[in-house]
Antibody
Framework: EVQLVQSGAEVKKPGESLKISCKGSGYRFTSYWIGWVRQMPGKGLEWMGIMYPDDADPRYSPSFQGQVTISADKSISTAYLQWSSLKASDTAMYYC???????????WGQGTLVTVSS | QSVLTQPPSVSAAPGQKVTISCSGSSSNIGNNYVSWYQQLPGTAPKLLIYDNNKRPSGIPDRFSGSKSGTSATLGITGLQTGDEADYYCGTWDSSLSAGMFGGGTKLTVL
């Protein structure tokens, strides 16, 4: 059974760093792109970027380029999304998804809620 | 404001049919495949349609997708109260070299 399990909810202060994770199982992790999607409270889905785990070259939406870093450790079938300096506007639910293609996620993680507040 | 335009809301009675539109441009829908997602309250999105009109395993044939030019449409027949959710279209934008979603449509089954 394909599963993507994300790390737990986080509460951080502005300026702090954060790295959330997404562990894949039930499939060959290095054979599918992994994507990240943001959903701000009460808002729609936003495509952030994707990465092929067997490749060190993530692709980012222009809206998120330079704001976050996507990475992966294929040895433990885990993808990551990280911030070096969080802002209150980063408060959102973040989802990872296994990608059928560059924009279609067929299996999704349960989401990680990130709250940034002073 | 999303580059892909969806109606904010649609409604229909149980058993009826509803369609949800997604309008884009030649740089996105016009030259790329479209996907559709269902997001039930408090849950992660679920893929309903990919490659314009294909259904993943387990998705009932009550859900269908089509594309014409720079617009795509999701159709749902035999509406059930359990279909009440937010629905999103998604595709690739070749100009931005990025994926994108529509703004979402809230379906109410009256």
């Amino acid at each position: 059974e394909v599963q993507l399990v994300q790390s737990g909810a986080e509460v951080k202060k502005p300026g702090e760093s954060l790295k959330i994770s997404c562990k894949g199982s039930g499939y060959r992790f290095t054979s599918y792109w992994i994507g990240w999607v943001r959903q701000m409270p009460g808002k729609g889905l936003e495509w952030m970027g994707i990465m092929y785990p067997d490749d060190a070259d993530p692709r980012y939406s222009p809206s998120f380029q330079g704001q976050v870093t996507i990475s992966a450790d294929k040895s433990i079938s885990t993808a990551y999304l990280q911030w070096s300096s969080l802002k209150a506007s980063d408060t959102a639910m973040y989802y990872c998804a296994r990608q059928l293609d560059l924009w279609s996620g067929d299996y999704w993680g349960q989401g990680t809620l990130v709250t940034v507040s002073s | 404001q999303s580059v892909l335009t969806q109606p904010p809301s649609v409604s229909a009675a149980p058993g009826q049919k509803v369609t949800i539109s997604c309008s884009g441009s030649s740089s996105n829908i016009g030259n790329n495949y479209v996907s559709w997602y269902q997001q039930l309250p408090g849950t992660a999105p679920k893929l309903l349609i990919y490659d314009n009109n294909k259904r993943p395993s387990g998705i009932p044939d009550r859900f269908s997708g089509s594309k014409s030019g720079t617009s795509a449409t999701l159709g749902i027949t035999g509406l059930q109260t359990g279909d009440e959710a937010d629905y999103y279209c998604g595709t690739w934008d070749s100009s931005l070299s990025a994926g994108m979603f529509g703004g979402g449509t809230k379906l109410t089954v009256l």
